[in-house]
């Protein structure tokens, strides 16, 4: 079938379930979008190309799409992509950046359009696998709370087990509870093993020592396979032409066939404004050089396994550990040596003390060491793969000890991550940068944990678009990326080159605009300062002066957005006694209830105002009264200490580029059009939006950012 019949077959679907959708009105623009989703797939080639033979070269057809709010992407991405998929016998992975989204799609979206299709599918949510219960850990902990023995048990990290002797026996005996009542609700039926299905999903620290884990799993060999939820969702993916997944999941599991197979399935990226972050958090590594206790029971355990098992290679397993624990004590001292004087002289109420490698080049004194850790790292490492293979051997010869073999494979396997992170971390501290390349992020931080300091090791590339280009875009033939901010300033240009597809002859871009009339539903008032915002204390002072007279007049609901803890918590303090029960702040509750909460408070005609942060700033929908009014505190530029950018900064000055123009402004930009898009949701919604930097109206960067917002109606507002 040629390229121009499948596309014009998907568009028929769109078209099919937009006048098959009661209530439903045809959008222009969702039209214009399900066209080029309908072209971007249908010309891209799909399955294995053997050029060899003679065989034309793969066509890869990429689209990156910014849809305003209202168009309707999900559908007109959905309905076209999903018709492509079933003609051409593929699936499609949708991966999102928030579970919000991936809820809606798969709990809304996806069962609407499968009553719609006239070809049934079949869809799934894909999940990390360590959002999933462990059966065989949570039936070792439901009975005790903790690991019964260390020599068959012990699979907890050291600062974890210190943890745990600190906690009061009430808390221990909650605990076992907790768990043992999580192991009744699985054994009965009543719960799936998911940790987002649970009434109250857990902290990390309660759920961490009872989730999936990749590195201690034994899959098939394991004697709870049969009952496993991660695998028997993974069963629901095999079946299934259309997978939801996240940007997270999508990039770690690159190679590790968790998800289709990129050559061979059409991708969406919708939030694709996130991909670029999750891809240098993705790649970005750490070891600790203080806490390496582990070393010695990894060691440990890998001798006595392997020594059962006759692996040979075990031999030197004692000099790596020796010579692993030696090297991280030297990196610590040699570290201290230093950059201590910097380290310690830093405020520690904000987090750990932190110091970057000017330009990425390390002092000579660290380079020896670190290559020596890179080396035993390997070896050690060589001798777990052998240790691995050989019991992965025994399970498959001797079903009837999975038990006992299995639980081997998990003392290995919960340490030795730890290792493979200590190799990749020393070997990108190490990487040099020649003349004319770009150098990696290295940095270095100190923490107090009660008496002990904790020294660590850090490195990260600092450009997403080289790191994606290599890693996901060599392997994709048909995508399409879609956000409602997409653009910086009014131009693609930023985020192409920060996802690795600026210049890329596959990749077409298209600007698709809200159906919103912003000019008459919305206004913009820029009420400025006497304070320079860069006076932090001067402008907070005012800032809140002005806040607080704004939301006193806040009739229903209202969404503050802060750019700093610090500046949040000034406004919180100084709220009158009466405003206090009308202000929600993020953290003091669940998000969940606070969100609940506030919905209830609108719908009986009382006045509420939500203060938040970053989190709060997308991803937020509130139509209607629910958020009449957003108030930006101040321009959301990022974090001026963040490592990475420090280090990306300085490396575009020393090539001669100008980094605020060419990075800050257009970041803020998209986060700034993020922040503003919480006001209007509907095309029946009245909202003001307030902003309360003057660098908004009286500075000429502030004018490109202006460019990228709605076009609102603008107010000015002289100081009160």
């Known amino acids: 079938m040629s390229q121009q019949v499948l596309a014009a077959q998907a568009l028929e679907a769109f078209d099919a379930v937009v006048s098959a959708t009661e209530g439903f009105r045809s959008r222009a623009g969702q039209r214009l979008m399900a066209e080029q989703v309908a072209r971007t797939f249908s010309s891209a080639t799909l399955g294995k190309v053997d050029e060899e033979s003679g065989e034309a070269a793969p066509t890869r057809s990429i689209a990156v799409i910014q849809a305003g709010t209202g168009v309707g992407k999900s559908l007109a991405y959905c309905a076209p992509a999903i018709a492509l998929a079933l003609a051409r016998g593929t699936r499609v992975l949708i991966s999102t950046a928030t579970v919000a989204l991936q809820e809606q799609l798969v709990n809304k979206d996806l069962p609407a359009l499968a009553a719609l299709l006239p070809q049934p599918f079949k869809f799934a949510l894909a999940k990390g696998r360590g959002r999933y219960v462990c059966k065989l850990k949570l039936d070792r902990l439901a009975g005790t709370g903790e690991a019964e023995e260390e020599g068959e048990d012990d699979l907890f990290a050291e600062e974890e087990a210190a943890a745990r002797a600190k906690r009061p026996r009430h808390e221990t005996e909650a605990r076992i509870q907790f768990y043992s009542t999580m192991a009744q609700t699985l054994s009965k039926g009543a719960w799936d093993g998911d940790r987002d299905s649970l009434d109250t999903p857990p902290e990390p620290e309660v759920w961490s020592p009872v989730a999936a884990e990749g590195a201690s799993c034994t899959g098939k060999h394991c004697p709870a396979f049969s009952q496993c939820t991660y695998y028997d969702k993974r069963k629901e993916l095999v079946g299934a032409q259309v997978i939801v997944a996240n940007h997270d999941l999508l990039l770690s599991s690159l190679g590790a066939r968790v998800l289709p197979e990129l050559d061979n399935c059409l991708l969406v990226l919708d939030e694709a404004h996130h991909l670029p972050a999750t891809a240098l958090d993705q790649f970005a590594c750490s070891m600790d050089l203080s806490r390496i206790t582990w070393i010695e029971r990894l060691a440990s355990r890998g001798l006595r396994i392997g020594a059962l098992l006759e692996v040979e290679e075990i031999a030197d397993i004692p000099k790596h550990s020796a010579q692993l624990r030696q090297t991280l004590q030297d990196l610590a001292r040699i570290v201290m040596d230093v950059y201590g004087a910097q380290l310690k002289s830093q405020p520690s109420a904000w987090g750990p003390a932190r110091v970057r490698v000017p330009r990425g080049e390390l002092p000579e004194p660290l380079i020896a060491p670190l290559g020596l850790l890179a080396a035993s790292a390997e070896g050690f490492l060589d001798a777990l793969r052998a240790i691995s293979k050989a019991l992965r051997a025994e399970m498959r010869d001797k079903p009837d000890e999975a038990k006992r073999l299995s639980t081997l494979y998990a003392q290995i396997g919960m340490l030795a991550p730890r290792l493979e992170e200590l190799h990749a971390t020393a070997q990108l501290l190490l990487q040099d940068a020649p003349e004319g390349t770009v150098p990696a992020a290295k940095w270095f931080t100190l923490e107090v944990d009660g008496d002990f300091i904790v020294v660590k090791a850090h490195a990260s590339p600092i450009l997403p678009g080289t790191t994606l280009r290599n890693h996901l875009w060599s392997a994709v033939r048909g995508a399409v990326l879609t956000s409602a901010t997409l653009t910086s300033c009014g131009h693609f240009d930023f985020f192409l080159r920060e996802a690795g597809l600026h210049g890329d002859e596959a990749t077409t871009t ?115 009264r629910l958020c009449e009014s957003v108030f930006i505190t101040k321009l959301p530029f990022a974090p001026p200490d963040d490592p990475v950018g420090e280090a990306r900064a300085e490396w575009l000055r020393a090539v001669g580029r100008d980094p605020f123009s060419e990075l800050v402004v257009p970041a803020t930009a998209i986060r700034l059009a993020q922040w503003v898009g919480r006001a209007i949701r509907t095309e029946e919604d009245q909202a003001h939006v307030y902003c309360y930097d003057k660098r908004l109206v009286r500075t000429s960067y502030g004018q490109r950012l202006l460019k990228g917002l709605p076009p609102f109606a603008l107010e000015q507002r002289a100081p009160l």
Do not use: C, W
């Not at 002066?545 to 006193?552: C, E, F």
């Not at 303090?573 to 209830?600: F, G």
């Open 510 to 624: 298209l600007e698709v605009p809200s159906p919103f009339n912003y000019a008459a539903q919305g206004t913009l008032i820029a009420a400025e300062t006497r304070a320079d915002p860069k006076n932090a204390a001067q402008f907070t002072t005012e800032m809140v002066d002005a806040l607080l007279h704004d939301i006193a007049r806040v009739e229903y609901g209202a969404l503050v957005l802060f750019t700093s803890r610090e500046q949040m918590r000034q406004a919180v303090d100084a709220l009158p006694t009466a405003m206090r029960s009308v202000v929600l702040v993020q953290n003091a509750l669940p998000r969940t209830q606070l969100l609940r909460r506030h919905r209830e408070r609108v719908e009986n005609g009382e006045p509420s105002v939500i203060f938040g942060m970053q989190s709060f700033g997308e991803g937020l929908d509130l139509p209607g």
